[in-house]
């Protein structure tokens, strides 16, 4: 008869070898080394992206922290611009992290690794290249040199996609995996939050500086600007201008074919504006049809070029030809400059202004330039003097 295993004996038979043990007890350690490891970077990392509301830097702190995890060869960061009612993705940083490094490409919904982990908001993870893409990658093309690996993982919050980070080639030579997947799930996970935040903040206070319809800068984006322009021109003996420039017979408009046509007109000669004059200009919508350009570190002779200009786009423009209208508008102009007509705010406006009703009484769609001495008449106006007298058109012509 066999032999029955005492207690102890039978203890001994299940126990595992001492070795074997203190492996595994290595191994345990360093699970957890590990895992102490991802805490404090996940928690720095949420520390950093709280720090700041301002969305570029949130970026560059997602873009360090996502190098930091997973150290790759190539990179991008693509947000999501939902413009025109389309949406499509815009490379906000690519590659060693310079704005401007990567000129900035509009990528399609769906289109491509990036456009197809936006659509689905699911991550993808291409280990090599003999991987089967999925059904709707496969026009889309590997590239030839350079390429052994691609993670992508979308940026969404509460189900809404907001953006891409997209890594190829491990800096290691490893292809990507599950863990790195994983992980950057979890980094993007606190992003989104952090973008989102960011974006909000960063609407609200466009909001407070933006004409709802136009989305030129309003009237206090515009005090505000110029109290710090002319600043500027008294610390550095510099100059500026400002034109003051109104429709004529814009309430025609509004009349013969309603307030949302003449809405669409106002948003019309924004866009004009925008095409036709500089990046350094601050263009604002002053009320109803008036506008107010301040031209920083213009004299008076360019902004009289820069204006005549201005009035040959609104002779050569047709407003309102996408709903079968063709419009022809004409607008006054009046211009002002700090200090050849005025050493504050608040007279650079009342002079702009001035000459703008000095263009109106004349006959209108012509410019007025305040006279370099502020003479004031009788009645308290200054006169000013045309610097085109082009005969009175027909305001509306259909």
């Not at 704005?99 to 659509?119: D, H």
């Not at 030129?216 to 322009?229: A, M, S």
Request: hydrophobic content about 40%; proline content about 5%; some cysteine.
């Amino acid at each position: 008869m066999p032999r029955r295993l005492t207690g102890s004996a039978s203890a001994k038979a299940g126990a595992k070898p001492l070795p074997r043990l203190q492996a595994e007890v290595v191994s345990l350690r360093s699970q957890l080394k590990e895992k102490a490891k991802q805490l404090a970077f996940f928690i720095n990392t949420g520390k950093a992206l709280t720090s700041t509301l301002e969305l570029d830097k949130v970026l560059d702190i997602i873009v360090e922290r996502a190098k930091r995890l997973i150290p790759c060869e190539r990179w991008s960061l693509l947000l999501v611009d939902e413009g025109e009612g389309r949406r499509q993705l815009t490379i906000r940083l690519a590659q060693d992290g310079r704005r401007g490094s990567v000129k900035p490409r509009p990528i399609a919904w769906g289109q491509g690794p990036a456009g197809w982990v936006a659509q689905q908001a699911k991550p993808l993870l291409i280990e090599d290249r003999q991987v089967p893409l999925p059904s709707a990658l496969r026009d889309w093309k590997l590239p030839r040199a350079g390429f052994r690996s691609l993670l992508a993982v979308p940026i969404t919050n509460k189900r809404k996609t907001l953006g891409v980070l997209e890594m190829i080639n491990r800096a290691d030579g490893r292809p990507f995996d599950a863990t790195d997947r994983d992980l950057l799930l979890q980094l993007t996970g606190q992003a989104a939050i952090a973008i989102e935040r960011s974006q909000l903040y960063q609407r609200m206070a466009e909001l407070t500086i933006t004409d709802d319809l136009t989305k030129l800068f309003n009237f206090r984006h515009l005090v505000k600007t110029l109290d710090i322009e002319i600043r500027r021109c008294v610390r550095y003996g510099s100059v500026l201008s400002l034109i003051f420039l109104d429709l004529d017979y814009f309430k025609m408009v509004n009349d013969r074919y309603g307030h949302l046509m003449g809405s669409r007109v106002l948003v019309e000669v924004a866009e004009l504006l925008i095409r036709n004059l500089r990046d350094v200009d601050i263009i604002s919508r002053y009320g109803g049809d008036e506008f107010v350009v301040v031209l920083p570190e213009t004299g008076l002779r360019t902004t009289q070029a820069i204006t005549k200009r201005l009035h040959r786009a609104f002779h050569r423009h047709e407003f309102l030809s996408q709903e079968g209208l063709k419009l022809h508008l004409t607008a006054s102009f009046g211009i002002a400059g700090f200090p050849d007509h005025a050493r504050n705010k608040k007279d650079l406006i009342r002079l702009a202004d001035q000459a703008m009703y000095e263009a109106k009484y004349g006959g209108r769609d012509r410019v007025c330039m305040a006279r370099r001495r502020a003479t004031k008449e009788p009645g308290g106006r200054v006169r000013s003097h045309p610097l085109s007298a082009s005969p009175l058109k027909r305001a509306v012509q259909p």
